[in-house]
């Protein structure tokens, strides 16, 4: 059985709890916030802290906090044991921790509903030895994830085509969301659509999937499109793809 002390109090971290607390091969045996009210609810299922100085002795310890905070919290852990964080975009070596090191970066977006399970979940780990590789391997299986071995180099790389599919993706969505609320039209009727375009994408590849007027060049529509939007800045945001997309299909 690993023994896991989990820091923090985000999204993930919620996330790991659910996972972990099903998990009969994972013994959750503390769990650190620096605002223990966040977990104070869970303090009868696992033991809770806001001290980072009385964390238990483990096998691991997953800092699943904010990029900004990972050096600082990193530091003030005192163990020889295995300590891991969980960004996609930061390297291995920004802990600050004398103990041995490695990464568990999740490929997914979380929110504060969690997942019931991590079947078959993209899970990128590294270690500094191999040994320590192989307990985060042994880890990510028993959750029912799919490791993926990668540095830190690469890891960077996904964590970017992450944030462009996800987070920019999300964001048009909003976009899309607010023009459909300012003209008193109901958002759903375009579930299917968004369902559908993503399914495409990684059914067929997004290249071959691409529809539209900026593909066709179809410029009286994309006028139009133009002569619809009163945000100069979504207008020129939606130009730049335009653009984009016209010049990836030349």
């Known amino acids: 059985m690993i023994k896991i002390v989990l820091i923090g109090s985000g999204k993930l971290a919620f996330n790991f709890q659910k996972i972990f607390s099903r998990c009969s091969e994972i013994n959750l045996i503390q769990w650190y916030s620096r605002k223990i009210n966040l977990i104070k609810s869970f303090e009868n299922e696992t033991s809770i802290t806001d001290s980072i100085l009385e964390l238990k002795s483990s096998d691991i310890y997953i800092i699943a906090v904010s990029d900004d905070a990972i050096a600082h919290i990193s530091k003030k852990i005192k163990t020889t044991a295995l300590v891991v964080h969980c960004s996609g975009g930061l390297s291995m070596d920004e802990m600050r921790c004398e103990a041995r090191k490695g990464v568990l970066y999740p490929l997914q977006t979380f929110s504060k509903k969690p997942l019931t399970q991590f079947n078959n979940?993209?899970?990128l780990i590294e270690a500094e030895?191999?040994?320590?590789?192989?307990?985060?391997?042994?880890?990510?299986?028993?959750?029912?994830?799919?490791?993926?071995?990668?540095?830190?180099?690469?890891?960077?790389?996904?964590?970017?085509?992450?944030?462009i599919i996800n987070n920019f993706g999300n964001h048009l969505i909003e976009i899309g969301?607010?023009?459909?609320?300012?003209?008193?039209?109901?958002?759903?009727?375009?579930?299917?659509?968004l369902e559908q375009t993503y399914k495409n994408g990684i059914e067929n590849g997004a290249k071959y999937s691409q529809t539209g007027p900026a593909k066709r060049k179809d410029f009286k529509t994309i006028n139009k499109h133009l002569d619809l939007i009163s945000n100069e800045k979504i207008k020129q945001l939606y130009l730049d793809l335009t653009n984009s997309i016209q010049k990836r299909h030349d």
């Open 129 to 163: 030895k191999k040994e320590d590789f192989k307990l985060l391997q042994d880890l990510v299986y028993n959750i029912g994830g799919k490791p993926f071995a990668m540095n830190s180099q690469k890891r960077s790389y996904v964590h970017l085509i992450a944030v």
């Open 121 to 123: 979940l993209p899970i």
């Open 177 to 193: 969301e607010n023009i459909a609320k300012s003209h008193d039209l109901p958002f759903s009727i375009f579930h299917s659509l």
